[in-house]
């Protein structure tokens, strides 16, 4: 084999890939250059490729190796590198320290089974390894509900009925829309990501491109949350919005607000209150003061030069440990200080909100959701460069949806780093997930398994697909549910590798079944009795049209307006199938027994919610989770894939009555019937 194209195999590229169409296609040297080249291995001329070879030969023998993952009662075999000795010692996360002797087998050495699941320390012959030991599979929902059906809605969180602290929706927005959900008998809110973004740019307002997944969204901060009436009102932001949110000049304002907090806060704050944050800047730790850092660099630069991100900062900057940045973190103390401030103020929000939704009732409570990746110019990138993947971005290949492929814009782990580092990077992004909710959903789940990488300045057609230490993701993924009680969810739509959903079911993960999606070969929908019994059933996504829209075809308008419908299919042509779809429909719901009713005319947005909602309420699916856009009949979709400033993504909001309107609650109270009855009294959400 060519050494290049050898290398990549060794690596985790795969040379070639099936396309759509069935087609084979060989991926070229270039594509394998570049992929090697942002995994962190060096491509320079033979003596390059063969001292990269070696290095991951010596990986692959265990050489330097400090984290390894297995289960629970299942022997570890232990690789050649570490295998140097017959006895070892294993010091358990509760300080039990017992003394093992490896046991020898066809493969080599293994470690005897352990019954604890945690993170261990295994002391080999001088070299500690961390050893953790992963449950057989993550948090289930019968582990919380038994054999009982659940529903939940699902929310954007900026599109809810405003504070007095904000002109959009926030973490106290969340906590009185979980409320409402809960005395419906909802079980779980999903929410759009809470990442943080650029808190100096709040233009930049997309949940799923964020600076850092390890910290929040400061403009969703809930004054409310921690402080009194009166010492919060100097946060009050009067006025309300427009039908759109205007992101720029509204989240300035919530910024400025929250800068007058504080500085009375900095006066005024109680010795509790300053010792609580202190303790919260302790625990984040280097992590949190990198952040605070970087917000206050990107402001700074972003008025100066109007960098958008850290490479375009003057060369000094770009290193976090630099004595420029050293120098300006001494100069800008305040600055570091209020940004750490809005983190505070950020989780002890959203931490209330999850209370707030179990007190009430609820199950589950929030449903966090994780991003496949970040931006390459923001908090993470800068502050753990090694950790990602440089020079290349992820997206997906060519696929009917998307005919040219496509480039999401976003860098995230390399598979060389998180074995480096002992995923801890991974670990770290999955508890901030975790920390304040009962559930996570990862976007792109197939990402555990495979990434689709485009290199800088390549076509999106012209990628490669880059395999990630699936079993150890699985095993730390169970691990850390169990840990912070949380179910987890998993996006698998798209382009899924085979197999893969059943090694999801095997780990735990709960995969989506979304209506539009649930057909027969013969393009039938599928009976609700016959969907997947461990998943989720939905109505839509954010990315896909609501059932009103749908109904309509306004995602085909759409499309249209902007010319963006296949060369070969008209409007004409995808409305002719869509009207097809639509009488499908109407006999599946016949059929189900969850409708009767002649054909609506293409407006009548209530009735096919009505339908829809029915339809997946009575779903097989363990859980059944609808967005509020249907349960309000709405007709717009908050995020059209693969347009920016044409269509308004991540800029809608809820009508002001969102659940309260009776339609809404008819609706609440026909899922609660469908899905087993009255919600079960759950714990208050956990201090963490």
Same mark, same amino acid.
């Given at each position: 084999?060519?050494?290049?194209?050898?290398?990549?195999?060794?690596?985790? %590229?795969?040379?070639?890939?099936?396309?759509?169409?069935?087609?084979? !296609?060989?991926?070229?040297?270039?594509?394998? #250059?570049?992929?090697?080249?942002?995994?962190? &291995?060096? *491509?320079?001329?033979?003596?390059?490729?063969?001292?990269?070879?070696?290095?991951?030969?010596?990986?692959?023998?265990?050489?330097?190796?400090?984290?390894?993952?297995?289960?629970?009662?299942?022997?570890?075999? %232990?690789? $050649?590198?570490?295998?140097?000795?017959?006895?070892?010692?294993?010091? &358990?996360?509760?300080?039990?320290?017992?003394?093992?002797? &490896?046991?020898?087998? *066809?493969?080599?050495?293994?470690?005897?089974?352990?019954?604890?699941?945690?993170?261990?320390?295994?002391?080999?012959?001088?070299?500690?390894?961390?050893?953790?030991?992963?449950? /057989? !599979?993550?948090?289930?929902?019968?582990?919380?509900?038994?054999?009982?059906?659940?529903?939940?809605?699902?929310?954007?969180?900026?599109?809810?009925?405003?504070?007095?602290?904000?002109?959009?929706?926030?973490?106290?927005? =969340?906590?009185?829309?979980? #409320?409402?959900?809960?005395?419906?008998?909802?079980?779980?809110?999903?929410?759009? $990501?809470?990442?943080?973004?650029?808190?100096?740019?709040?233009?930049?307002?997309?949940?799923?491109?964020?600076?850092?997944?390890?910290? +929040?969204?400061?403009?969703?901060?809930?004054?409310?949350?921690?402080?009194?009436?009166?010492?919060?009102?100097?946060?009050?932001?009067?006025?309300?919005?427009?039908?759109?949110?205007?992101?720029?000049?509204?989240?300035?304002?919530?910024?400025?607000?929250?800068?007058?907090?504080?500085?009375?806060?900095?006066?005024?704050?109680?010795?509790?209150?300053?010792?609580?944050?202190?303790?919260?800047?302790?625990?984040?730790?280097?992590?949190?003061?990198?952040?605070?850092?970087?917000?206050?660099?990107?402001?700074?630069?972003?008025?100066?030069?109007?960098?958008?991100?850290?490479?375009?900062?003057?060369?000094?900057?770009?290193? /976090?440990?630099?004595?420029?940045?050293?120098?300006?973190?001494?100069?800008?103390?305040?600055?570091? *200080?209020?940004?750490?401030?809005?983190?505070?103020?950020?989780?002890?929000?959203?931490?209330?909100?999850?209370?707030?939704?179990?007190?009430?009732?609820?199950?589950?409570?929030?449903?966090?959701?994780?991003?496949?990746?970040?931006?390459?110019?923001?908090?993470?990138?800068?502050? +753990?460069?090694?950790?990602?993947?440089?020079?290349?971005?992820?997206?997906?290949? /060519?696929?009917?949806?998307?005919?040219?492929?496509?480039?999401?814009g976003l860098t995230t782990f390399s598979p060389m780093a998180l074995r480096d580092r002992g995923f801890?990077?991974?670990?770290?992004?999955?508890?901030?997930?975790?920390?304040?909710?009962?559930?996570?959903?990862?976007?792109? *789940?197939?990402? %555990?398994?495979? =990434?689709?990488?485009?290199?800088?300045?390549?076509?999106?057609?012209?990628?490669?697909?880059?395999?990630?230490?699936?079993?150890?993701?699985?095993?730390?993924?169970?691990?850390?549910?169990?840990?912070?009680?949380?179910?987890?969810?998993?996006?698998? =739509?798209?382009?899924?590798?085979?197999?893969?959903?059943?090694?999801?079911?095997?780990?735990?993960?709960?995969?989506?079944?979304?209506?539009?999606?649930?057909?027969?070969?013969?393009?039938?929908?599928?009976?609700?009795?016959?969907?997947?019994?461990?998943?989720?059933?939905?109505?839509?996504?954010?990315?896909?049209?609501?059932l009103a829209g749908w109904w309509r075809g306004n995602d085909i308008a759409w499309r249209d307006r902007?010319?963006?419908? /296949?060369?070969?299919?008209?409007?004409?042509?995808?409305?002719?199938?869509?009207?097809?779809?639509?009488?499908?429909?109407? #006999?599946?719901?016949?059929?189900?027994?969850?409708?009767?009713?002649?054909?609506?005319?293409?407006?009548?947005?209530?009735?096919?919610?009505?339908?829809?909602?029915?339809?997946?309420?009575?779903?097989?699916?363990?859980?059944? @989770? @609808?967005?509020?856009?249907?349960?309000?009949?709405?007709?717009?979709?908050?995020?059209?894939?693969?347009?920016?400033?044409?269509?308004?993504?991540?800029?809608?909001?809820?009508?002001?009555?969102?659940?309260?309107?009776?339609?809404?609650?008819?609706?609440?109270?026909?899922l609660k019937s469908l899905r087993g009855g009255a919600s079960r009294k759950a714990e208050p959400g956990?201090?963490?």
């Amino acid at each position: 084999m060519d050494p290049l194209r050898d290398l990549a195999l060794a690596a985790g %590229l795969s040379l070639s890939w099936t396309d759509f169409r069935g087609e084979t !296609r060989e991926v070229g040297a270039a594509t394998l #250059e570049a992929a090697l080249s942002a995994i962190g &291995l060096d *491509v320079g001329g033979e003596a390059g490729i063969r001292e990269s070879r070696d290095h991951l030969l010596a990986q692959k023998r265990g050489e330097g190796l400090s984290f390894i993952t297995t289960d629970v009662g299942a022997p570890t075999l %232990l690789p $050649p590198g570490l295998a140097s000795a017959t006895v070892a010692a294993l010091r &358990l996360e509760n300080g039990e320290r017992r003394e093992l002797r &490896l046991v020898p087998g *066809v493969g080599g050495l293994s470690v005897p089974p352990i019954l604890e699941p945690g993170y261990h320390l295994l002391e080999l012959g001088g070299h500690t390894v961390t050893l953790a030991v992963a449950p /057989p !599979r993550a948090l289930s929902l019968r582990d919380v509900f038994g054999d009982r059906k659940a529903y939940g809605l699902a929310a954007q969180i900026y599109s809810l009925p405003p504070t007095r602290y904000s002109t959009f929706g926030d973490f106290g927005a =969340l906590a009185d829309f979980a #409320e409402t959900a809960a005395s419906g008998g909802a079980d779980a809110v999903a929410i759009s $990501p809470t990442h943080a973004l650029f808190a100096a740019d709040p233009g930049r307002s997309s949940p799923y491109s964020p600076s850092t997944r390890l910290f +929040h969204n400061a403009l969703y901060a809930d004054p409310a949350a921690v402080f009194d009436s009166d010492f919060a009102s100097v946060a009050e932001i009067p006025g309300g919005g427009a039908e759109l949110i205007e992101w720029a000049d509204e989240g300035a304002r919530k910024l400025a607000g929250l800068r007058r907090l504080f500085a009375r806060f900095e006066v005024d704050g109680t010795v509790e209150q300053r010792a609580e944050f202190a303790t919260f800047r302790a625990k984040r730790g280097a992590l949190l003061e990198e952040h605070a850092t970087y917000e206050a660099l990107h402001a700074h630069f972003l008025r100066e030069t109007g960098a958008g991100g850290w490479q375009g900062w003057p060369e000094p900057y770009r290193d /976090p440990a630099s004595p420029a940045v050293a120098a300006f973190a001494r100069e800008h103390v305040e600055e570091i *200080v209020f940004h750490a401030f809005l983190q505070w103020l950020a989780e002890r929000s959203l931490l209330r909100a999850q209370q707030r939704a179990c007190a009430a009732g609820m199950g589950i409570g929030l449903i966090a959701d994780l991003a496949v990746g970040m931006d390459g110019g923001g908090s993470h990138a800068w502050s +753990h460069p090694h950790d990602i993947l440089q020079g290349a971005s992820v997206g997906a290949p /060519p696929d009917p949806l998307g005919p040219t492929g496509q480039d999401w814009g976003l860098t995230t782990f390399s598979p060389m780093a998180l074995r480096d580092r002992g995923f801890a990077p991974f670990i770290a992004t999955l508890r901030a997930a975790m920390r304040c909710a009962g559930g996570v959903r990862i976007d792109h *789940v197939m990402g %555990l398994a495979r =990434l689709w990488l485009v290199p800088w300045g390549m076509k999106s057609s012209e990628g490669v697909y880059l395999n990630y230490p699936l079993d150890d993701m699985l095993r730390i993924v169970a691990l850390e549910s169990h840990r912070n009680r949380a179910i987890v969810i998993g996006e698998d =739509l798209g382009t899924v590798p085979d197999g893969f959903r059943g090694r999801l079911d095997q780990a735990g993960i709960l995969g989506m079944r979304v209506l539009f999606f649930e057909r027969e070969a013969d393009g039938r929908f599928r009976p609700p009795e016959e969907w997947a019994e461990h998943a989720v059933a939905m109505t839509t996504t954010h990315d896909l049209p609501t059932l009103a829209g749908w109904w309509r075809g306004n995602d085909i308008a759409w499309r249209d307006r902007l010319g963006e419908l /296949p060369d070969n299919e008209d409007f004409g042509v995808q409305m002719a199938q869509r009207n097809y779809d639509r009488l499908r429909f109407r #006999e599946a719901c016949v059929e189900a027994q969850v409708a009767s009713f002649d054909l609506p005319e293409s407006e009548e947005d209530d009735r096919v919610a009505d339908a829809g909602i029915a339809y997946v309420g009575a779903s097989a699916c363990d859980l059944a @989770i @609808i967005p509020a856009e249907d349960i309000c009949a709405l007709v717009e979709q908050p995020n059209l894939p693969g347009t920016t400033d044409a269509h308004p993504n991540w800029r809608r909001r809820l009508p002001g009555h969102a659940l309260d309107g009776p339609k809404a609650r008819q609706r609440m109270e026909r899922l609660k019937s469908l899905r087993g009855g009255a919600s079960r009294k759950a714990e208050p959400g956990r201090e963490r």
